[in-house]
């Protein structure tokens, strides 16, 4: 499985950015999909997830603000982000569960700043 990941830059506070993530190789065995962010300083953690069926979970932080979805028919996963805020600031990375291995994209950097 292979994942490219897209999409992040500046952003001003209060506002928007949409992350791609392209999937390929053996995704019919992909159960999951998520994103990942890291701060500078900080863990590694889950923003939001999707399974093969369609269901969400997203951590507290970003309820209501990100969205995360999947076009199968472009193989590529998104993260719609908006009413952005400083503390979201952190290198976004895609991620895939599959045979019980996880495989990551390369990050892409948010920045939240005026």
């Known amino acids: 499985v292979q994942l490219q990941a897209s999409g992040g830059g500046l952003v001003q506070p209060g506002g928007f950015l949409r992350l791609s993530c392209v999937v390929s190789?053996?995704?019919?065995?992909?159960?999951?999909e998520g994103w990942f962010r890291q701060a500078p300083g900080k863990q590694r953690e889950l923003v939001a997830s999707?399974?093969?069926?369609?269901?969400?979970n997203y951590r507290d932080s970003v309820k209501g603000r990100f969205t995360i979805s999947r076009d199968n028919a472009k193989n590529t996963v998104y993260l719609q982000m908006n009413h952005l805020k400083p503390e979201d600031t952190a290198v976004y990375y895609c991620?895939?569960?599959?045979?019980?291995?996880?495989?990551w994209g390369q990050g892409t950097l948010v920045t939240v700043s005026s």
């Open positions: 991620n895939a569960k599959s045979r019980g291995q996880r495989y």
């Open positions: 190789g053996d995704i019919v065995s992909i159960i999951v």
């Open positions: 999707i399974t093969s069926n369609g269901n969400t």
